[in-house]
């Protein structure tokens, strides 16, 4: 009786499993830390050009995306990584972990957009980059003026009122660190930041937080992501979102096909269409500055200077092969006494 | 005399060997999921990020580290302060609810449950809202920010509450009233009776409590990262190494060193258990609180204040998810809570939670309470007993990350047999159920340990096999803490993120993650409103249990009643 309800049940298991294999649209696995409100719509549209496919999304934020994708080196479940920082595919292309693919599109993108190799192993689709988020509200309160400079946020008046991310913690923090180090030049960069420590109430470890922080009124001005900005006003905060004007330091979204995938012509399909200036109108519904030529739109509320902002000569290279340096030198200043005082 | 013995012994031993072989199988399944994941975490601890071997280089990098010393300093202070707060908060309300005839106990009892039914994200939003610098309560803090210590300590007391209430209200809810009549018959008052009688009586729970809390708060990053502001703790180092640095060697040091406090726990366990004698004999009569007016009236007013603290912090998140835009337009609006809109998976992955919650409580509820039973009933050997029950305790003092990453480490290895459990439901069961083993098998065997062993000595004397007696006299017995470790597991698993976040696959994305990501986009009041969603859940599920255990109580615990 046990025995027969057993076998039962397996056969309707397996049943039940050929009916999937058989489904005739591909899976494809696709890692991603594209914000939660991107990923319909992105999806939507690869699928309309692409009925064959199916995109399965893994989503999770820029750190703990890489972080899995690491740790799964050993056997990856991932067939596409599209939406990551360019940062982060750096790494995992340094630890081999990447295909080289040459989509139908390259052609058209910028040259600081995609990795140098001719079968680059990530090409860019948008950049992101720090911005000040300021608060009108509070800062009225508090009679502040509005910054609009790096120099200008390191001043006295605004002691104990700027949040921004621990570059240790967060992707956002480092590439606004390795920005100032890059604008500024190593020695007077360290003692911008030995200045601007005073300021700083706190240092959080997501690199949105800051923003989000300022947009709630908790601290008047957040060190943190244009994008964030734009989008907490829109939903209402009274916020400025300013772009310092020595230049900002940025990155990328990018894409890039998982060495090892059991899906290589579905990824190579994915990979083709996120090149496509199709795709770029898309980015650029919620980022200004697309990697695919001649693709401009600002959203509702974004900066309206941010293709001039971005620093010019981002050394991504350099950036990722001093992090840990930099780092080190960043918590030996600022972690050991950042106690509350 | 030998030919009487003689078949006694045998069908001991023959149980016995059953017993063994359980235990045996036991310890195998904790070791494939408790003591092999971590042994990769050990294994990249002495690896760098280039999989070049390094020895102990990263272990003398961690100690070189300016910042550690402060690292290691919080902690401590956090911990400590933290669990003293809430060892006596807690024994209190468990003295309340078990040994006082105050009214409302029930009400109470479900209201302490709280911060257990909420994703640890929700007291992160509700402390910033009262205390922020925005927040209405926060001259209480009088210039003091909340982002910081005080943040760490108000956020882990209501963390911990309900895990330290669970040990104590079972280990104070059975006691000998003939010890008490005697007591009070040869003078001794109130206040000596307590000292001399329920303290030393609840003991082993105090123990477990205290160290309970403490390894939490060590090992949890949640508050800190929400609320902690700079303040470094040892838990936040992880986070930084492996989120923030894709570090694994350095992040694995950290873990490590965070096993240390689950050492300590387990000496502390041993010397209580140690100590602990039975309280309930064959022979005992069931304690019932006698009407001390003043006494019920203090205990009354205290459980208030505990429990109008819990039910403000989750009244604000509620508010936070019924606003339109904190602090500025405080219009009423349901719009949060149309959160598939702002969630690709939006419902799927609510029905995800309610199957791995589900599940983790029965598979959870089986495995503790046996594998509780065999540790501390079974005739085994006390070196097998004393490994396993340090197993049972190592799970405390995984952070959730480095769980997560071992699973993924052992598990997704292509040389791996059980391979095939990567990126199914099953993963996410067997990741939860172990995350939250320690308290479950510290309630179980809190419960177990106050039967007189006398029940199997006569089982085994009137030749009653082994198993008749554990479903027979053991289970009923045990039935109330066995019902609080299945709704453990289910209010735990629906809240659960650290370890879930690194495993879940495109098909089981788990509603606490869809908060987490809610919350990650600037969706505030949408995470809040999915929260509230869980709460809710939990809280209809801990009504349930309340009433199955006070219908199956009339079946089986009128014994404890006169």
Request: proline content about 5%; hydrophobic content about 50%.
């Amino acid at each position: 009786m046990t025995v027969r309800l057993v076998i039962a049940a397996a056969a309707s298991a397996a049943a039940v499993l050929a009916a999937a294999s058989a489904d005739a649209a591909t899976k494809l696995t696709v890692y991603t830390a594209l914000e939660p409100e991107q990923l319909a719509p992105y999806k939507k549209a690869f699928e309309a050009d692409n009925p064959d496919i199916t995109i399965q999304w893994v989503r999770d934020s820029t750190g703990v995306v890489t972080a899995k994708l690491l740790a799964e080196k050993a056997n990856p479940q991932a067939d596409v990584v599209w939406g990551l920082a360019a940062s982060s595919l750096m790494i995992l292309d340094q630890q081999g972990m990447l295909d080289g693919y040459a989509p139908a599109g390259l052609a058209g993108i910028k040259p600081q957009f995609r990795d140098a190799k001719d079968q680059p192993t990530w090409v860019g689709m948008d950049a992101w980059m720090a911005a000040l988020c300021f608060n009108t509200v509070e800062a009225a309160k508090k009679n502040l003026p509005k910054p609009e400079s790096w120099a200008d946020l390191a001043k006295p008046v605004y002691k104990g009122q700027v949040v921004m991310p621990n570059p240790a913690s967060s992707g956002t923090g480092f590439l606004a660190v390795s920005g100032w180090l890059q604008i500024m030049g190593e020695k007077p960069a360290w003692e911008y930041m030995d200045t601007l420590h005073d300021n700083i109430a706190v240092y959080t470890h997501s690199g949105s937080k800051p923003c989000k922080m300022a947009a709630a009124g908790e601290y008047p001005i957040g060190l943190s992501i244009e994008y964030t900005g734009a989008q907490q006003k829109t939903k209402g905060a009274p916020i400025d979102v300013i772009l310092a004007k020595e230049g900002t330091g940025w990155d990328m979204e990018a894409t890039a096909i998982v060495k090892g995938t059991k899906n290589p012509d579905a990824a190579r399909k994915l990979a083709d269409w996120a090149s496509t200036t199709k795709a770029a109108a898309l980015y650029t519904q919620y980022y200004a500055v697309a990697a695919v030529t001649g693709v401009t739109n600002y959203p509702a509320n974004y900066p309206a200077n941010a293709e001039a902002a971005m620093l010019k000569t981002n050394d991504f290279a350099w950036a990722a092969s001093h992090r840990d340096a930099i780092l080190a030198e960043w918590s030996k200043r600022y972690n050991a006494k950042s106690e509350p005082k | 005399m030998t030919a009487n013995a003689l078949p006694l012994r045998m069908k001991r031993t023959g149980d016995a060997l059953a017993l063994d072989g359980a235990l045996v199988l036991l310890g195998l399944f904790l070791a494939v999921f408790i003591v092999l994941p971590l042994a990769m975490v050990a294994l990249y601890s002495v690896y760098d990020r280039n999989d070049a071997f390094v020895g102990l280089a990263n272990y003398a990098a961690f100690l070189d580290t300016p910042s550690l010393a402060h690292s290691i300093g919080n902690s401590l202070t956090m911990a400590l302060v933290s669990t003293a707060i809430t060892t006596v908060l807690a024994f209190t309300y468990a003295f309340a609810i078990t040994r006082t005839a105050m009214p409302g106990k029930g009400v109470f009892k479900a209201l302490a449950q709280i911060p257990i039914l909420a994703p640890s994200l929700l007291p992160g939003i509700s402390l910033v809202y009262l205390f922020g610098n925005q927040g209405p309560l926060r001259v209480l803090l009088m210039g003091e920010s909340i982002y910081g210590p005080i943040g760490i300590v108000l956020g882990e007391v209501f963390y911990t509450f309900p895990h330290a209430l669970m040990i104590l209200t079972v280990a104070l809810s059975t006691a000998d009233a003939r010890l008490y009549e005697a007591a009070e018959s040869l003078g001794a008052g109130p206040l000596r009776r307590f000292f001399t009688i329920t303290l030393p009586g609840a003991r082993y729970g105090l123990i477990s409590a205290v160290f309970v809390v403490f390894t939490l708060v060590i090992t949890d990053f949640g508050v800190p990262k929400v609320v902690g502001g700079q303040y470094n703790v040892l838990a936040t180092d992880v986070y930084k190494q492996v989120v923030g640095q894709q570090n694994f060697g350095m992040g694995a040091v950290v873990g490590m060193v965070l096993l240390l406090p689950a050492v300590l726990a387990f000496a502390a366990d041993w010397i209580g258990q140690r100590k602990q004698t039975a309280l309930l004999s064959a022979r005992s009569v069931p304690y019932v609180p006698p009407r001390r007016p003043w006494c019920d009236r203090v205990m009354f007013a205290l459980c208030v204040v505990i429990a109008a603290l819990l039910v403000g912090i989750l009244g604000t998140a509620a508010f936070a998810s019924l606003i339109r835009y904190w602090p500025y337009d405080l219009t009423p609006t349901l719009a949060h809570y149309a959160f598939a809109e702002v969630d690709e998976t939006g419902w799927r992955s609510y029905g995800n939670s309610l199957i791995l919650a589900g599940l983790t409580a029965v598979a959870g509820t089986l495995i503790v309470f046996a594998g509780a039973y065999l540790v501390e009933r079974g005739p085994a050997h006390t070196g097998i007993k004393a490994a396993v029950r340090l197993l049972a305790i190592v799970p405390l003092a995984v952070p959730g990350m480095v769980l997560g990453l071992a699973y993924i480490f052992f598990f997704n290895h292509p040389g791996n047999p059980l391979n095939a459990l990567y990126g199914t439901m099953g993963i996410l069961v067997l990741a939860t159920v172990v995350h939250f083993y320690t308290v479950s098998h510290l309630t179980a065997a809190t419960a177990l340990k106050q039967l007189d062993a006398e029940f199997e000595s006569v089982s085994a004397s009137l030749k009653v096999p082994v198993w008749r007696t554990f479903f027979r006299v053991t289970v009923p017995l045990c039935l109330p803490a066995i019902l609080d470790i299945a709704l453990y597991f289910f209010v735990n698993a629906m809240t659960t993120v650290s370890a879930v976040v690194f495993l879940y696959a495109p098909d089981t994305k788990t509603a606490s993650v869809a908060v987490l990501n809610m919350d990650d986009a600037g969706e505030i009041a949408g995470a809040a409103a999915m929260a509230m969603m869980i709460v809710i859940t939990s809280a209809a599920v801990r009504l349930l249990h309340t009433g199955l255990s006070h219908g199956l109580s009339q079946r089986t615990q009128t014994w404890r009643k006169r």
